[in-house]
């Protein structure tokens, strides 16, 4: 390719990256290469047929219109599947320090489909992009999420034909606590070598696979290889769609697990609050090491600071950030992880620019935004029956039970009301969750106690008090 080429395949590149949006650029484009322009039309490749297929058919006018800003004449973009090219994961799980290295390492990633042993037997089982950076050696650990990095260093360190000891593990939290970072780190230390194979899918990725398999009637194919899997590693489970997709996802999740494969999964909520999942899913995955991690505690959050910083410093030797501005961050942003990192970023990109080294004064202007007020804290159902039955010196049990008498009757009732106010649950999945009861039974009890705590002041008094107990 000419230098010529090249410049313009950048413009293309950078043209549609800012048309689509990074997220869906990394996803989706980030593999996909120039091979020639010939007169009117443009040769372009990506290593896998899914990738083909996905592009051809939500992206082409997109692609086509990029490409027509720079060259007018061109109306035909000729998009062809490269051979699978194998490669391994990173030699080592800490990226190295040398800028070679580490630029070693990005290319790798980007030309790998994050499972490269599956690929080269089954193009449509190419994984979603894998991060180089999200290794277990850059995963910052504390007491919020010790028990999931155990368990995901278990899998990890498993070797082919070793009894499986969670399965499924199940990993959920919000966003940006290390859901994805432990998903990859498990994908990049089980591809270090081949004796395993590896492969990393979000649920958007599994789901479109599966149905550009349909669509193209190599289904059959695609889960005979996806069942070949040792380790499958699925993220973002909550996003999982379509009745044929699920069952699907069920049969596959049943074949590996007795076949005894591992299979790792990560997503939002916990099994049970899966409601757009089939009941059998739900349990099958319960039924394995369900593991929550909670939000970031303050020794945790600096810690990830300084793990960025010394990140930063890798490619900005001089890079410094005091420790009372890092001490301020960890106190004022306590969100997430991106967060923490973004405003590492910002910080950097304020003293580079500028030339000026990093003060306290600097950080609170820089990351303002950033600091966002306290959230109320997520409560669970589970939480509201237990409080409840305290309260009312009943048990849990008895609560999802179909006692009728009276000392029953009111607290279930009460916890209902409390379900219904303080989440964002359905009627249907409060009832589901209270002993499989009906919708209306559960809308019958929420307008009992929203009737009487407008004119008992025992029970309002009651109910205001199990509020503040849960909201603590």
Request: net charge positive; aromatic share 6%; glycine share 6%.
């Amino acid at each position: 390719m000419s230098n010529m080429e090249q410049d313009r395949w950048s413009r293309v590149k950078g043209r549609l990256r800012s048309s689509v949006g990074e997220d869906v650029y990394s996803s989706w484009f980030a593999r996909m290469d120039l091979e020639s322009v010939q007169d009117e039309s443009v040769h372009l490749s990506v290593p896998t047929r899914f990738l083909k297929s996905w592009i051809q058919t939500h992206y082409s006018d997109k692609v086509l219109s990029c490409w027509q800003a720079e060259l007018p004449d061109v109306n035909r973009i000729d998009l062809t599947v490269r051979s699978p090219v194998r490669c391994a994961a990173p030699a080592k799980e800490a990226p190295a320090p040398a800028e070679s290295r580490r630029d070693e390492q990005r290319s790798a990633a980007e030309r790998s489909n994050g499972a490269a042993p599956v690929s080269a037997n089954h193009d449509a089982l190419g994984g979603s992009p894998l991060d180089p950076r999200l290794t277990f050696a850059s995963f910052v650990v504390g007491r919020s999420n010790t028990l999931a990095h155990a368990a995901a260093k278990q899998v990890a360190e498993g070797r082919r034909g070793d009894p499986v000891m969670f399965n499924p593990l199940y990993i959920h939290s919000g966003v940006g606590l290390g859901k994805t970072h432990l998903l990859q780190a498990v994908t990049w230390a089980g591809n270090t070598g081949n004796e395993r194979k590896v492969l990393y899918l979000t649920a958007e990725k599994f789901m479109y696979g599966f149905v550009a398999a349909l669509k193209t009637q190599t289904s059959l194919a695609f889960k005979e290889a996806l069942r070949g899997i040792d380790v499958l590693v699925i993220d973002d489970l909550q996003f999982l769609q379509g009745k044929t997709t699920q069952a699907e996802f069920c049969h596959t999740l049943n074949a590996l697990i007795d076949a005894g494969r591992q299979v790792v999964v990560a997503a939002d909520r916990p099994p049970s609050d899966l409601e757009s999942l089939d009941e059998r899913v739900r349990s099958r995955l319960a039924g394995g090491l369900v593991v929550e991690m909670a939000p970031l505690g303050e020794d945790l959050r600096l810690g990830i600071l300084r793990s960025r910083v010394v990140a930063a410093r890798a490619h900005h030797a001089s890079f410094d950030v005091p420790q009372p501005v890092l001490e301020y961050l960890a106190r004022a942003i306590t969100h997430n992880g991106r967060d923490l990192e973004g405003a590492i970023n910002r910080l950097l990109a304020h003293s580079k620019l500028n030339n000026q080294p990093v003060t306290l004064e600097m950080a609170e202007h820089e990351v303002r935004d950033l600091i966002r007020p306290s959230e109320p804290k997520r409560i669970k159902i589970e939480d509201i029956q237990r409080i409840v039955a305290r309260q009312y010196n009943v048990s849990r049990s008895d609560l999802l039970s179909s006692r009728r008498t009276a000392n029953v009757v009111r607290p279930r009732q009460v916890a209902m009301y409390l379900a219904k106010t303080l989440t964002l649950r359905s009627l249907p999945e409060i009832g589901r969750r209270f002993g499989g009861r009906d919708h209306t039974t559960v809308l019958h009890a929420v307008r009992k106690i929203e009737g009487l705590v407008s004119k008992d002041n025992t029970l309002s008094d009651e109910v205001e008090s199990l509020k503040r107990q849960l909201q603590e």
